[in-house]
């Protein structure tokens, strides 16, 4: 039956903590890479669109397509970096892909977060490198399970009517983040 108890991690509050933190840092050209038909991430590409449009950046509106690899990071920052002019910040839809963004940008000579500012998604064990120190949402896995315990213990006891109950993931700052350059004070890429 359709009936079942479902515990979801609140993608719209976790885009809208990245975008917000970018946002009080001062960017204002934030870009999405998307996780293409990954889990979650249309959730993802629709929470960035929603933060975006509330802050009054619709206009500066910016995705582009990718998955939930390191690959797609690579390939997202080397299209990028073919662009004329850089936006100063990216949510990339989970930590590889930021992984793979900020090993593309280094590799052209930009600094992370001074050229580049760089939020992932999942706090996964890579973004705790001391290598990486990537800015990410973090999903309450924990409680997601723990949640999902409870509700099937509930059930077992009898409880009828399924639940939907939504956590809301926090942000965990680390390094790949700081304020836009301004465009003086930005390197000239050669």
Do not use: W
């Amino acid at each position: 039956s359709d009936l079942v108890d479902c515990v979801l991690n609140d993608e719209f509050v976790g885009a809208r903590l990245a975008i917000d933190h970018l946002y009080a840092l001062g960017h204002r050209s934030i870009a999405h890479v998307s996780g293409g038909s990954g889990a979650g991430a249309a959730g993802r590409r629709s929470a960035y669109i929603a933060a975006m449009s509330g802050l009054g950046l619709k206009s500066r509106l910016d995705i582009i397509a990718g998955d939930f690899t390191e690959e797609a990071g690579h390939a997202a920052a080397k299209s990028l970096l073919r662009r004329r002019e850089l936006p100063t910040a990216i949510l990339a839809a989970n930590d590889l892909v930021a992984v793979g963004m900020i090993a593309e940008f280094r590799a052209a000579g930009l600094i992370v977060p001074a050229d580049m500012s760089i939020v992932g998604y999942d706090n996964s064990i890579l973004s705790g490198l001391s290598l990486v120190s990537l800015t990410t949402v973090q999903q309450p896995l924990a409680q997601l399970g723990g949640t999902a315990t409870r509700l099937l213990l509930e059930r077992l006891g009898g409880r009828q009517e399924p639940q939907v109950l939504e956590l809301a993931p926090s942000l965990v700052v680390r390094e790949s983040t700081g304020a836009p350059h301004d465009k003086t004070g930005r390197r000239a890429r050669t």
